[in-house]
Protein backbone atom coordinates (compact mmCIF):
# COMPACT_ATOMS: atom_id res chain seq x y z
CA UNK A 1 0.00 0.00 0.00
CA UNK A 2 2.74 2.19 0.81
CA UNK A 3 4.49 1.64 -2.22
CA UNK A 4 1.76 2.63 -4.87
CA UNK A 5 1.33 6.02 -2.54
CA UNK A 6 4.95 6.68 -3.29
CA UNK A 7 4.04 5.78 -6.89
CA UNK A 8 1.27 7.95 -7.27
CA UNK A 9 3.26 10.31 -5.28
CA UNK A 10 5.68 10.37 -7.85
CA UNK A 11 3.18 10.22 -10.75
CA UNK A 12 1.58 13.90 -9.60
CA UNK A 13 5.14 15.14 -9.13
CA UNK A 14 6.21 14.49 -12.61
CA UNK A 15 3.00 15.23 -14.06
CA UNK A 16 3.09 18.64 -12.78
CA UNK A 17 6.52 19.38 -13.66
CA UNK A 18 5.76 18.24 -17.18
CA UNK A 19 2.54 19.72 -18.23
CA UNK A 20 2.12 22.53 -15.80
CA UNK A 21 4.12 24.69 -17.21
CA UNK A 22 2.73 24.24 -20.85
CA UNK A 23 -0.90 24.56 -18.79
CA UNK A 24 0.03 27.73 -18.10
CA UNK A 25 1.56 28.87 -21.34
CA UNK A 26 -1.89 27.28 -22.76
CA UNK A 27 -4.07 29.78 -20.71
CA UNK A 28 -1.54 32.86 -21.37
CA UNK A 29 -2.47 32.14 -25.31
CA UNK A 30 -6.30 32.17 -24.61
CA UNK A 31 -6.33 35.30 -22.53
CA UNK A 32 -3.64 37.36 -25.56
CA UNK A 33 -6.53 36.21 -27.99
CA UNK A 34 -8.83 37.53 -26.17
CA UNK A 35 -6.81 40.44 -25.39
CA UNK A 36 -5.95 41.13 -28.67
CA UNK A 37 -9.98 40.88 -29.62
CA UNK A 38 -10.60 43.89 -27.37
CA UNK A 39 -7.58 45.45 -28.46
CA UNK A 40 -7.94 48.62 -30.57
CA UNK A 41 -4.80 47.98 -33.43
CA UNK A 42 -3.47 51.68 -33.00
CA UNK A 43 -3.40 50.97 -29.46
CA UNK A 44 1.00 50.94 -28.66
CA UNK A 45 0.39 47.74 -27.22
CA UNK A 46 -1.16 46.14 -29.93
CA UNK A 47 2.07 45.00 -31.10
CA UNK A 48 3.33 43.75 -27.99
CA UNK A 49 0.52 41.94 -27.33
CA UNK A 50 0.88 40.34 -30.98
CA UNK A 51 4.22 39.34 -30.59
CA UNK A 52 3.50 37.82 -26.77
CA UNK A 53 1.00 35.65 -28.86
CA UNK A 54 3.23 34.43 -31.52
CA UNK A 55 6.00 33.79 -29.06
CA UNK A 56 3.52 31.56 -27.07
CA UNK A 57 2.34 29.85 -30.61
CA UNK A 58 6.02 28.93 -31.44
CA UNK A 59 6.40 27.46 -28.27
CA UNK A 60 3.44 25.47 -27.95
CA UNK A 61 3.68 23.45 -31.39
CA UNK A 62 7.69 23.19 -31.28
CA UNK A 63 7.26 20.68 -27.92
CA UNK A 64 3.66 19.52 -29.32
CA UNK A 65 4.97 16.84 -31.35
CA UNK A 66 1.99 14.24 -31.05
CA UNK A 67 -0.49 17.40 -32.25
CA UNK A 68 1.84 18.48 -35.22
CA UNK A 69 3.84 15.98 -36.05
CA UNK A 70 4.67 17.13 -39.15
CA UNK A 71 5.06 20.67 -38.80
CA UNK A 72 6.64 22.81 -41.54
CA UNK A 73 6.32 26.25 -40.56
CA UNK A 74 6.68 28.72 -37.94
CA UNK A 75 5.16 32.18 -37.25
CA UNK A 76 6.62 35.29 -38.22
CA UNK A 77 6.15 37.93 -36.44
CA UNK A 78 3.41 39.63 -39.03
CA UNK A 79 1.39 36.79 -38.07
CA UNK A 80 2.31 34.68 -41.58
CA UNK A 81 3.83 31.55 -41.69
CA UNK A 82 7.34 30.68 -42.42
CA UNK A 83 8.45 27.89 -44.37
CA UNK A 84 10.90 25.65 -44.57
CA UNK A 85 11.75 25.46 -48.28
CA UNK A 86 15.32 23.71 -48.32
CA UNK A 87 17.59 22.18 -45.63
CA UNK A 88 21.05 19.92 -45.86
CA UNK A 89 24.45 19.43 -44.67
CA UNK A 90 27.02 22.09 -45.90
CA UNK A 91 30.83 22.29 -45.16
CA UNK A 92 31.46 25.92 -43.99
CA UNK A 93 35.10 27.33 -43.86
CA UNK A 94 35.11 29.52 -40.75
CA UNK A 95 38.23 30.51 -39.57
CA UNK A 96 40.39 28.45 -42.18
CA UNK A 97 38.90 25.21 -40.89
CA UNK A 98 36.04 23.18 -42.11
CA UNK A 99 32.99 23.03 -40.25
CA UNK A 100 30.23 20.83 -41.10
CA UNK A 101 26.65 22.42 -40.86
CA UNK A 102 22.88 22.13 -41.52
CA UNK A 103 21.86 24.90 -43.31
CA UNK A 104 18.30 25.75 -43.47
CA UNK A 105 16.62 28.01 -46.18
CA UNK A 106 12.94 29.63 -45.40
CA UNK A 107 10.73 31.64 -46.69
CA UNK A 108 12.83 35.14 -45.68
CA UNK A 109 16.05 34.14 -44.70
CA UNK A 110 18.74 31.72 -44.75
CA UNK A 111 19.76 30.07 -41.01
CA UNK A 112 23.07 28.02 -40.81
CA UNK A 113 23.07 26.03 -37.25
CA UNK A 114 25.23 23.73 -35.75
CA UNK A 115 23.86 20.51 -34.07
CA UNK A 116 24.51 20.34 -30.37
CA UNK A 117 25.71 17.32 -28.30
CA UNK A 118 22.88 16.48 -25.80
CA UNK A 119 22.33 13.87 -23.03
CA UNK A 120 22.11 10.40 -23.94
CA UNK A 121 17.92 9.78 -24.66
CA UNK A 122 17.41 13.19 -25.19
CA UNK A 123 16.56 14.95 -28.54
CA UNK A 124 18.89 16.26 -30.69
CA UNK A 125 19.00 20.70 -30.98
CA UNK A 126 20.42 22.89 -33.18
CA UNK A 127 22.76 26.04 -32.22
CA UNK A 128 22.29 29.05 -34.52
CA UNK A 129 25.64 29.81 -35.41
CA UNK A 130 24.28 32.94 -37.93
CA UNK A 131 21.40 33.99 -40.54
CA UNK A 132 21.02 36.19 -43.50
CA UNK A 133 17.33 37.96 -44.39
CA UNK A 134 17.10 37.17 -47.93
CA UNK A 135 16.40 40.66 -48.57
CA UNK A 136 19.54 41.20 -47.55
CA UNK A 137 21.67 38.35 -49.03
CA UNK A 138 23.15 38.14 -52.41
CA UNK A 139 25.94 36.30 -54.06
CA UNK A 140 29.35 37.71 -54.44
CA UNK A 141 30.15 38.59 -57.73
CA UNK A 142 33.28 37.58 -60.09
CA UNK A 143 34.66 41.18 -58.82
CA UNK A 144 33.84 41.24 -55.28
CA UNK A 145 35.02 37.78 -54.65
CA UNK A 146 38.53 37.77 -53.20
CA UNK A 147 40.75 34.70 -53.68
CA UNK A 148 40.17 31.80 -51.08
CA UNK A 149 41.16 32.16 -47.99
CA UNK A 150 43.44 29.12 -46.36
CA UNK A 151 41.40 26.14 -45.89
CA UNK A 152 42.62 23.49 -43.58
CA UNK A 153 43.02 20.51 -46.29
CA UNK A 154 44.00 16.88 -45.78
CA UNK A 155 46.74 15.47 -48.48
CA UNK A 156 45.34 12.69 -50.62
CA UNK A 157 46.85 9.92 -49.65
CA UNK A 158 44.84 10.82 -46.12
CA UNK A 159 41.72 10.66 -48.01
CA UNK A 160 42.78 7.67 -50.04
CA UNK A 161 43.51 5.78 -46.92
CA UNK A 162 40.17 6.80 -45.79
CA UNK A 163 38.03 5.21 -48.46
CA UNK A 164 40.69 2.11 -47.71
CA UNK A 165 39.25 2.02 -44.10
CA UNK A 166 35.57 2.47 -45.20
CA UNK A 167 35.92 -0.31 -47.88
CA UNK A 168 37.87 -2.45 -44.76
CA UNK A 169 34.84 -1.98 -42.52
CA UNK A 170 32.12 -2.54 -45.07
CA UNK A 171 33.96 -6.23 -45.52
CA UNK A 172 34.52 -6.68 -41.92
CA UNK A 173 31.12 -5.92 -41.43
CA UNK A 174 29.53 -8.28 -43.70
CA UNK A 175 31.98 -10.82 -42.41
CA UNK A 176 30.61 -10.03 -38.74
CA UNK A 177 26.89 -10.59 -39.93
CA UNK A 178 27.21 -14.06 -41.69
CA UNK A 179 29.01 -15.14 -38.95
CA UNK A 180 26.40 -13.93 -35.86
CA UNK A 181 23.29 -14.17 -38.37
CA UNK A 182 21.95 -10.69 -37.01
CA UNK A 183 23.41 -8.00 -34.96
CA UNK A 184 26.58 -8.01 -32.67
CA UNK A 185 28.42 -5.35 -30.16
CA UNK A 186 31.20 -5.85 -33.16
CA UNK A 187 29.04 -4.80 -36.00
CA UNK A 188 28.11 -1.89 -33.83
CA UNK A 189 31.46 -0.85 -32.84
CA UNK A 190 32.47 -1.59 -36.63
CA UNK A 191 29.66 0.99 -37.86
CA UNK A 192 30.70 3.48 -35.66
CA UNK A 193 33.84 3.23 -36.72
CA UNK A 194 33.07 3.35 -40.43
CA UNK A 195 30.83 6.44 -39.56
CA UNK A 196 33.26 8.36 -38.24
CA UNK A 197 35.79 7.99 -41.39
CA UNK A 198 32.89 8.59 -43.58
CA UNK A 199 32.25 12.07 -41.82
CA UNK A 200 35.89 13.57 -41.84
CA UNK A 201 35.60 11.98 -45.67
CA UNK A 202 32.69 14.01 -46.06
CA UNK A 203 34.11 17.03 -44.82
CA UNK A 204 37.05 17.02 -46.62
CA UNK A 205 35.92 16.43 -49.88
CA UNK A 206 34.25 19.10 -51.16
CA UNK A 207 36.24 21.84 -52.95
CA UNK A 208 34.24 24.28 -55.41
CA UNK A 209 33.58 27.40 -53.44
CA UNK A 210 29.85 28.81 -52.97
CA UNK A 211 30.21 32.43 -51.10
CA UNK A 212 27.36 34.17 -50.04
CA UNK A 213 26.99 37.75 -48.93
CA UNK A 214 24.85 40.06 -46.24
CA UNK A 215 24.97 43.37 -47.42
CA UNK A 216 24.45 44.59 -43.70
CA UNK A 217 27.74 42.33 -42.49
CA UNK A 218 29.95 39.67 -43.41
CA UNK A 219 30.21 37.03 -46.27
CA UNK A 220 29.92 33.19 -45.60
CA UNK A 221 32.00 30.37 -47.39
CA UNK A 222 30.68 26.76 -48.11
CA UNK A 223 32.39 24.15 -50.20
CA UNK A 224 30.17 21.44 -52.11
CA UNK A 225 31.35 18.96 -53.58
CA UNK A 226 29.98 19.63 -57.49
CA UNK A 227 27.95 22.07 -59.56
CA UNK A 228 25.04 20.53 -58.89
CA UNK A 229 24.40 21.17 -55.19
CA UNK A 230 25.90 24.98 -55.65
CA UNK A 231 23.01 25.33 -58.66
CA UNK A 232 20.42 24.01 -56.39
CA UNK A 233 21.10 26.15 -53.46
CA UNK A 234 21.35 29.20 -55.74
CA UNK A 235 17.89 29.07 -57.70
CA UNK A 236 16.46 28.43 -54.44
CA UNK A 237 17.15 31.70 -53.21
CA UNK A 238 16.78 33.14 -55.64
CA UNK A 239 13.30 31.85 -56.68
CA UNK A 240 12.57 32.92 -53.16
CA UNK A 241 14.03 36.59 -53.89
CA UNK A 242 11.60 37.33 -57.06
CA UNK A 243 8.97 37.45 -54.38
CA UNK A 244 8.78 41.17 -52.43
CA UNK A 245 10.88 40.65 -49.42
CA UNK A 246 11.41 42.46 -46.52
CA UNK A 247 14.37 42.54 -43.89
CA UNK A 248 14.00 41.29 -40.86
CA UNK A 249 15.45 41.26 -37.44
CA UNK A 250 14.95 38.28 -34.88
CA UNK A 251 14.88 39.07 -31.23
CA UNK A 252 17.30 36.79 -29.35
CA UNK A 253 14.01 35.10 -27.97
CA UNK A 254 12.66 35.03 -31.77
CA UNK A 255 15.80 33.39 -32.62
CA UNK A 256 16.14 30.86 -30.29
CA UNK A 257 12.44 29.42 -31.35
CA UNK A 258 13.15 28.95 -34.20
CA UNK A 259 16.27 27.29 -34.28
CA UNK A 260 14.79 25.45 -31.96
CA UNK A 261 12.16 24.17 -34.88
CA UNK A 262 14.51 23.06 -36.66
CA UNK A 263 14.72 20.22 -35.22
CA UNK A 264 11.02 19.00 -36.39
CA UNK A 265 11.07 20.73 -39.28
CA UNK A 266 14.32 19.34 -40.74
CA UNK A 267 13.91 17.19 -43.92
CA UNK A 268 17.61 15.66 -43.85
CA UNK A 269 17.80 14.02 -40.99
CA UNK A 270 21.11 12.31 -41.48
CA UNK A 271 24.50 13.52 -42.82
CA UNK A 272 24.56 11.61 -46.17
CA UNK A 273 27.02 8.39 -45.21
CA UNK A 274 26.43 5.00 -45.99
CA UNK A 275 26.90 3.99 -42.24
CA UNK A 276 23.55 5.39 -41.73
CA UNK A 277 21.65 3.87 -43.93
CA UNK A 278 19.41 0.56 -43.49
CA UNK A 279 21.31 -2.81 -44.51
CA UNK A 280 18.52 -3.12 -46.99
CA UNK A 281 19.55 -0.16 -49.23
CA UNK A 282 20.94 -1.00 -51.99
CA UNK A 283 25.06 -0.45 -51.66
CA UNK A 284 25.78 0.64 -54.74
CA UNK A 285 27.32 -0.87 -58.03
CA UNK A 286 30.51 -1.51 -59.15
CA UNK A 287 31.90 -1.91 -62.15
CA UNK A 288 31.33 0.66 -65.38
CA UNK A 289 28.56 2.08 -66.66
CA UNK A 290 28.95 2.73 -69.99
CA UNK A 291 26.25 5.85 -71.07
CA UNK A 292 25.81 6.93 -74.58
CA UNK A 293 24.29 11.17 -74.41
CA UNK A 294 22.11 11.41 -77.58
CA UNK A 295 20.72 14.51 -77.77
CA UNK A 296 19.47 18.04 -76.14
CA UNK A 297 16.16 19.43 -77.53
CA UNK A 298 14.07 22.72 -75.73
CA UNK A 299 16.55 25.42 -76.12
CA UNK A 300 14.55 28.37 -76.72
CA UNK A 301 17.96 30.77 -78.24
CA UNK A 302 21.41 29.25 -79.85
CA UNK A 303 24.23 28.48 -77.57
CA UNK A 304 27.54 26.67 -77.43
CA UNK A 305 26.43 23.40 -75.36
CA UNK A 306 28.18 20.49 -73.70
CA UNK A 307 27.11 18.08 -70.84
CA UNK A 308 28.91 16.82 -67.92
CA UNK A 309 27.97 13.63 -66.26
CA UNK A 310 29.09 13.16 -62.35
CA UNK A 311 28.21 9.96 -60.50
CA UNK A 312 28.23 9.60 -56.65
CA UNK A 313 30.48 7.98 -54.13
CA UNK A 314 31.65 7.60 -50.73
CA UNK A 315 28.84 10.33 -49.65
CA UNK A 316 30.09 12.71 -52.46
CA UNK A 317 29.84 13.24 -56.29
CA UNK A 318 33.04 13.67 -58.99
CA UNK A 319 32.67 14.53 -62.28
CA UNK A 320 33.46 11.71 -64.42
CA UNK A 321 33.18 12.61 -68.34
CA UNK A 322 32.32 15.92 -70.52
CA UNK A 323 31.27 15.66 -74.20
CA UNK A 324 32.30 17.99 -76.90
CA UNK A 325 30.67 21.39 -77.44
CA UNK A 326 28.47 21.78 -79.79
CA UNK A 327 28.53 25.17 -81.10
CA UNK A 328 25.71 27.72 -81.96
CA UNK A 329 22.87 25.29 -82.07
CA UNK A 330 19.61 24.66 -80.43
CA UNK A 331 19.31 20.89 -80.98
CA UNK A 332 23.25 19.29 -80.44
CA UNK A 333 23.36 15.66 -81.13
CA UNK A 334 26.34 14.47 -79.50
CA UNK A 335 25.58 10.84 -79.45
CA UNK A 336 28.84 10.19 -77.59
CA UNK A 337 30.11 6.97 -75.24
CA UNK A 338 31.64 7.16 -72.18
CA UNK A 339 33.27 4.51 -69.89
CA UNK A 340 32.47 5.48 -66.27
CA UNK A 341 34.08 3.88 -63.62
CA UNK A 342 31.76 3.57 -60.88
CA UNK A 343 32.84 3.06 -56.96
CA UNK A 344 29.46 1.86 -55.08
CA UNK A 345 27.50 4.41 -56.82
CA UNK A 346 23.82 4.90 -56.65
CA UNK A 347 22.84 8.06 -58.81
CA UNK A 348 23.92 9.27 -62.26
CA UNK A 349 24.13 13.31 -62.99
CA UNK A 350 23.51 15.08 -66.35
CA UNK A 351 24.39 18.85 -66.39
CA UNK A 352 24.02 20.71 -69.55
CA UNK A 353 26.48 24.10 -70.22
CA UNK A 354 26.13 26.79 -72.30
CA UNK A 355 30.27 27.05 -73.08
CA UNK A 356 31.39 30.82 -72.07
CA UNK A 357 34.71 32.31 -74.27
CA UNK A 358 34.62 35.58 -73.06
CA UNK A 359 38.09 36.23 -70.96
CA UNK A 360 36.12 39.00 -68.94
CA UNK A 361 34.06 36.31 -67.23
CA UNK A 362 37.59 35.04 -64.94
CA UNK A 363 36.58 32.99 -62.28
CA UNK A 364 39.45 34.57 -59.66
CA UNK A 365 38.73 31.65 -57.21
CA UNK A 366 40.50 28.81 -59.84
CA UNK A 367 41.36 30.88 -63.04
CA UNK A 368 38.56 29.16 -65.21
CA UNK A 369 36.14 30.77 -67.19
CA UNK A 370 32.75 30.42 -65.62
CA UNK A 371 30.52 28.63 -68.03
CA UNK A 372 26.26 28.79 -67.35
CA UNK A 373 24.12 25.83 -66.01
CA UNK A 374 21.24 25.64 -68.46
CA UNK A 375 19.83 22.64 -66.95
CA UNK A 376 20.59 19.72 -64.74
CA UNK A 377 19.03 16.28 -63.55
CA UNK A 378 19.56 12.99 -62.42
CA UNK A 379 18.71 9.05 -62.46
CA UNK A 380 19.02 6.68 -59.80
CA UNK A 381 21.21 3.33 -61.14
CA UNK A 382 18.69 0.73 -60.46
CA UNK A 383 20.87 -2.32 -60.61
CA UNK A 384 18.36 -4.33 -61.96
CA UNK A 385 17.55 -2.26 -64.80
CA UNK A 386 21.45 -1.12 -65.61
CA UNK A 387 22.28 -4.62 -65.17
CA UNK A 388 21.21 -6.31 -68.24
CA UNK A 389 23.05 -6.81 -71.29
CA UNK A 390 20.71 -4.46 -73.21
CA UNK A 391 20.83 -0.47 -73.56
CA UNK A 392 18.74 0.65 -71.56
CA UNK A 393 17.09 4.54 -72.62
CA UNK A 394 16.34 7.08 -70.61
CA UNK A 395 15.34 10.84 -70.96
CA UNK A 396 16.36 13.56 -68.24
CA UNK A 397 13.98 16.51 -68.17
CA UNK A 398 15.54 20.04 -66.68
CA UNK A 399 14.00 23.41 -66.79
CA UNK A 400 12.60 22.54 -69.95
CA UNK A 401 15.39 20.91 -72.01
CA UNK A 402 15.31 17.38 -72.33
CA UNK A 403 18.54 15.03 -72.79
CA UNK A 404 18.47 11.71 -73.95
CA UNK A 405 20.41 9.10 -73.46
CA UNK A 406 21.27 5.34 -72.88
CA UNK A 407 23.22 3.13 -70.33
CA UNK A 408 24.34 -0.57 -69.61
CA UNK A 409 26.44 -1.45 -66.75
CA UNK A 410 29.15 -4.15 -66.67
CA UNK A 411 30.09 -5.85 -63.51
CA UNK A 412 34.36 -5.09 -62.50
CA UNK A 413 34.90 -8.66 -62.90
CA UNK A 414 33.92 -8.81 -66.63
CA UNK A 415 35.56 -5.74 -67.24
CA UNK A 416 38.85 -5.61 -66.13
CA UNK A 417 39.85 -8.83 -68.18
CA UNK A 418 42.98 -9.01 -69.72
CA UNK A 419 42.26 -10.93 -73.15
CA UNK A 420 45.18 -11.15 -75.53
CA UNK A 421 44.71 -10.36 -78.90
CA UNK A 422 43.91 -13.01 -81.58
CA UNK A 423 45.71 -10.79 -84.32
CA UNK A 424 49.15 -10.42 -83.47
CA UNK A 425 49.64 -7.71 -86.59
CA UNK A 426 48.04 -5.40 -84.33
CA UNK A 427 49.42 -3.33 -80.92
CA UNK A 428 46.22 -3.50 -78.71
CA UNK A 429 46.16 -6.81 -76.48
CA UNK A 430 49.49 -8.02 -78.20
CA UNK A 431 52.84 -8.27 -76.11
CA UNK A 432 54.94 -5.77 -75.52
CA UNK A 433 57.61 -7.22 -76.63
CA UNK A 434 56.21 -8.38 -79.89
CA UNK A 435 55.37 -5.19 -80.72
CA UNK A 436 58.43 -3.34 -79.91
CA UNK A 437 60.35 -5.79 -82.04
CA UNK A 438 58.36 -5.24 -84.74
CA UNK A 439 58.28 -1.78 -84.87
CA UNK A 440 61.82 -1.72 -83.81
CA UNK A 441 61.89 0.54 -81.13
CA UNK A 442 61.79 0.58 -77.37
CA UNK A 443 58.63 2.70 -76.96
CA UNK A 444 55.42 1.75 -78.70
CA UNK A 445 54.87 3.74 -81.50
CA UNK A 446 50.94 4.13 -79.56
CA UNK A 447 52.36 5.14 -76.49
CA UNK A 448 54.80 7.87 -78.31
CA UNK A 449 52.22 9.09 -80.11
CA UNK A 450 49.90 9.80 -77.65
CA UNK A 451 52.05 10.97 -75.06
CA UNK A 452 53.59 13.48 -77.56
CA UNK A 453 49.57 14.96 -78.53
CA UNK A 454 48.85 15.17 -74.31
CA UNK A 455 52.35 17.26 -73.86
CA UNK A 456 51.35 19.10 -77.12
CA UNK A 457 47.32 20.68 -76.45
CA UNK A 458 46.29 18.43 -73.56
CA UNK A 459 48.55 19.19 -70.33
CA UNK A 460 46.37 21.95 -69.31
CA UNK A 461 43.45 20.66 -69.37
CA UNK A 462 41.43 19.77 -66.43
CA UNK A 463 40.94 16.54 -65.48
CA UNK A 464 43.21 15.19 -67.99
CA UNK A 465 43.40 11.34 -67.59
CA UNK A 466 40.51 11.62 -65.38
CA UNK A 467 37.70 12.46 -67.45
CA UNK A 468 36.53 9.85 -69.90
CA UNK A 469 37.14 10.13 -73.55
CA UNK A 470 33.90 9.45 -76.09
CA UNK A 471 34.21 5.76 -76.24
CA UNK A 472 33.49 5.71 -80.12
CA UNK A 473 36.40 7.90 -80.70
CA UNK A 474 38.60 5.79 -78.32
CA UNK A 475 37.69 2.66 -80.99
CA UNK A 476 38.03 4.71 -83.62
CA UNK A 477 41.69 5.64 -82.50
CA UNK A 478 42.18 1.93 -81.56
CA UNK A 479 41.41 0.52 -85.23
CA UNK A 480 43.85 3.01 -86.61
CA UNK A 481 46.84 2.29 -84.71
CA UNK A 482 45.82 -1.87 -84.96
CA UNK A 483 45.60 -1.24 -88.73
CA UNK A 484 48.53 0.70 -88.90
CA UNK A 485 47.06 3.12 -90.82
CA UNK A 486 48.62 6.40 -92.80
CA UNK A 487 46.05 8.55 -91.53
CA UNK A 488 46.70 8.53 -87.88
CA UNK A 489 48.73 11.21 -87.25
CA UNK A 490 45.70 13.47 -88.60
CA UNK A 491 43.54 11.82 -87.11
CA UNK A 492 44.90 12.50 -83.76
CA UNK A 493 45.56 16.17 -84.13
CA UNK A 494 41.59 16.53 -85.26
CA UNK A 495 40.58 14.34 -82.08
CA UNK A 496 39.20 15.24 -78.55
CA UNK A 497 42.44 15.32 -76.74
CA UNK A 498 40.50 13.14 -73.58
CA UNK A 499 40.08 10.23 -76.13
CA UNK A 500 43.41 10.17 -76.89
CA UNK A 501 44.52 9.94 -73.22
CA UNK A 502 41.65 7.43 -73.14
CA UNK A 503 43.64 5.42 -75.82
CA UNK A 504 46.40 5.60 -74.46
CA UNK A 505 44.99 3.86 -70.54
CA UNK A 506 43.18 1.38 -72.90
CA UNK A 507 46.31 -0.16 -74.71
CA UNK A 508 47.93 -0.47 -70.91
CA UNK A 509 44.34 -1.83 -69.58
CA UNK A 510 44.26 -3.94 -72.61
CA UNK A 511 48.30 -6.26 -72.45
CA UNK A 512 47.74 -9.92 -72.05
CA UNK A 513 49.83 -8.97 -69.24
CA UNK A 514 50.78 -5.77 -67.21
CA UNK A 515 53.60 -3.64 -67.66
CA UNK A 516 55.31 -4.66 -64.79
CA UNK A 517 54.71 -8.25 -65.74
CA UNK A 518 52.83 -10.99 -63.57
CA UNK A 519 56.12 -12.74 -62.69
CA UNK A 520 57.22 -9.50 -60.91
CA UNK A 521 53.47 -8.63 -59.49
CA UNK A 522 53.87 -10.22 -56.06
CA UNK A 523 57.32 -8.84 -55.36
CA UNK A 524 56.17 -5.35 -56.54
CA UNK A 525 53.01 -5.82 -53.56
CA UNK A 526 55.71 -6.84 -51.35
CA UNK A 527 58.33 -4.51 -51.90
CA UNK A 528 56.11 -1.23 -51.24
CA UNK A 529 54.84 -2.93 -48.15
CA UNK A 530 58.75 -2.56 -46.29
CA UNK A 531 58.42 0.00 -43.80
CA UNK A 532 62.01 0.57 -43.90
CA UNK A 533 62.97 3.37 -46.41
CA UNK A 534 66.37 1.73 -47.04
CA UNK A 535 65.29 -1.51 -47.70
CA UNK A 536 62.44 -0.17 -49.77
CA UNK A 537 64.41 1.53 -52.26
CA UNK A 538 66.96 -1.24 -52.90
CA UNK A 539 64.31 -3.32 -53.77
CA UNK A 540 61.94 -1.20 -55.38
CA UNK A 541 65.19 0.22 -57.82
CA UNK A 542 66.26 -3.72 -58.05
CA UNK A 543 62.96 -4.91 -59.51
CA UNK A 544 62.82 -2.35 -61.96
CA UNK A 545 66.04 -3.12 -63.19
CA UNK A 546 64.82 -6.74 -63.67
CA UNK A 547 62.17 -5.64 -65.82
CA UNK A 548 62.49 -6.30 -69.95
CA UNK A 549 64.20 -3.31 -71.87
CA UNK A 550 61.04 -2.58 -73.67
CA UNK A 551 58.74 -2.44 -70.29
CA UNK A 552 61.70 -1.16 -68.36
CA UNK A 553 62.03 2.06 -71.19
CA UNK A 554 58.33 2.63 -71.62
CA UNK A 555 57.74 2.75 -68.16
CA UNK A 556 60.35 5.25 -67.77
CA UNK A 557 59.35 7.25 -70.25
CA UNK A 558 55.33 7.02 -69.10
CA UNK A 559 56.58 8.27 -65.34
CA UNK A 560 58.51 11.29 -66.89
CA UNK A 561 55.65 12.24 -68.80
CA UNK A 562 52.97 12.07 -65.88
CA UNK A 563 55.63 14.26 -64.03
CA UNK A 564 55.50 16.58 -66.57
CA UNK A 565 51.60 16.47 -66.30
CA UNK A 566 51.75 17.31 -62.68
CA UNK A 567 53.39 19.90 -62.97
CA UNK A 568 51.00 21.71 -64.33
CA UNK A 569 48.72 20.26 -61.45
CA UNK A 570 47.30 24.06 -60.09
CA UNK A 571 46.10 24.09 -64.19
CA UNK A 572 44.59 20.76 -64.89
CA UNK A 573 44.02 19.75 -61.11
CA UNK A 574 45.71 16.19 -61.54
CA UNK A 575 48.55 15.88 -58.71
CA UNK A 576 50.90 12.83 -58.54
CA UNK A 577 48.69 10.91 -56.33
CA UNK A 578 45.56 11.45 -58.83
CA UNK A 579 47.72 9.92 -61.88
CA UNK A 580 48.73 6.99 -59.42
CA UNK A 581 45.44 6.55 -58.94
CA UNK A 582 44.28 6.58 -62.23
CA UNK A 583 47.42 4.30 -63.89
CA UNK A 584 48.41 1.95 -61.18
CA UNK A 585 45.92 -0.63 -61.60
CA UNK A 586 45.96 -0.28 -65.27
CA UNK A 587 50.09 -0.95 -64.83
CA UNK A 588 49.96 -3.77 -62.51
CA UNK A 589 46.79 -5.51 -62.64
CA UNK A 590 47.59 -9.00 -62.98
CA UNK A 591 46.60 -10.89 -66.15
CA UNK A 592 43.80 -13.24 -65.43
CA UNK A 593 45.48 -16.17 -64.86
CA UNK A 594 48.11 -14.63 -62.39
CA UNK A 595 45.03 -13.15 -60.70
CA UNK A 596 44.22 -16.75 -58.35
CA UNK A 597 47.61 -17.02 -57.58
CA UNK A 598 48.33 -13.54 -56.73
CA UNK A 599 44.66 -13.87 -54.26
CA UNK A 600 43.22 -10.60 -56.13
CA UNK A 601 40.12 -9.52 -55.27
CA UNK A 602 38.42 -6.63 -57.44
CA UNK A 603 35.16 -7.72 -57.70
CA UNK A 604 33.36 -6.05 -54.95
CA UNK A 605 35.84 -3.34 -54.24
CA UNK A 606 37.97 -1.22 -55.94
CA UNK A 607 39.49 0.67 -52.97
CA UNK A 608 40.56 -3.05 -52.02
CA UNK A 609 44.36 -3.53 -50.21
CA UNK A 610 45.43 -5.52 -53.00
CA UNK A 611 44.37 -2.17 -55.81
CA UNK A 612 45.73 0.55 -53.57
CA UNK A 613 48.91 -1.07 -52.93
CA UNK A 614 48.92 -0.96 -57.06
CA UNK A 615 48.49 2.99 -57.15
CA UNK A 616 51.58 3.03 -54.07
CA UNK A 617 53.78 1.62 -56.82
CA UNK A 618 53.45 3.48 -59.32
CA UNK A 619 53.03 6.59 -56.78
CA UNK A 620 56.82 5.90 -54.70
CA UNK A 621 58.49 5.56 -58.75
CA UNK A 622 56.83 9.45 -59.42
CA UNK A 623 58.15 10.18 -56.40
CA UNK A 624 61.81 8.69 -56.41
CA UNK A 625 62.65 9.09 -60.43
CA UNK A 626 64.98 6.24 -60.88
CA UNK A 627 66.37 7.65 -63.86
CA UNK A 628 66.40 11.29 -65.75
CA UNK A 629 65.07 11.33 -69.43
CA UNK A 630 67.94 13.03 -70.52
CA UNK A 631 69.63 9.59 -69.13
CA UNK A 632 66.69 7.66 -70.97
CA UNK A 633 67.34 9.62 -74.27
CA UNK A 634 71.02 9.01 -74.60
CA UNK A 635 71.01 5.18 -73.89
CA UNK A 636 67.64 3.78 -75.92
CA UNK A 637 65.73 4.00 -79.29
CA UNK A 638 63.47 5.54 -78.01
CA UNK A 639 64.00 8.17 -80.44
CA UNK A 640 64.35 5.21 -83.56
CA UNK A 641 61.81 6.35 -86.32
CA UNK A 642 61.46 2.96 -87.53
CA UNK A 643 58.31 2.34 -87.21
Known sequence: MEVLLVLRLCCNCTYALLYKPIDRVTRSTLVLHDLLKHTPKDHPDFPLLQDALRISQNFLSSINEE?????????????????????????????????????????????????????????????????????????????????????????????????????????????????????????????????????????????????????????????????????????????????????????????????????????????????????????????????????????????????????????????????????????????????IELEGSQCLRILCYEKCYDKSKLNKDDNEIVDKIMGKGQVQLDPQTVQSKNWHMDVIEMNGIKVEFSMKFTSRDLSLKRTPSKKQSGVFGVKISVVTKRERSKVPYIVRQCIEEVEKRGIDEVGIYRISGVATDIQALKAAFDANTKDILMMLSDMDINAIAGTLKLYFRELPEPLLTDRLYPAFMEGISLSDPAAKENCMMHLLRSLPDPNLITFLTLLEHLKRVAEKEPINKMSLHNLATVFGPTLLRPSESESSKAQITLASDIWSHDVMAQVQVLLYYLQHPPISFAELKKNTLYFSTDV
Open 67 to 339: IDPRRTAVTTPKGEARQLVKDGFLVEVSEGTRKLRHVFLFTDLLLCAKMKKTAVGRHQQYECKWYIPLADLSFQTLDESDSLPHVQTLAEHEIEEMKIKISSIKSEIQKEKKAQKGQSRNVDRLRKKMNEQESCLLLNSPTIPFRIHNKHGKSYLFLLSSDYERSEWRESIQKLQKKDLQACVLSSVELQVLTGSCFKLRTVHNIPVTSNKDDEESPGLYGFLHVIVHKATGFKESANLYCTLEVDSFGYFVSKAKTRVFRDTTEPQWNEEFE
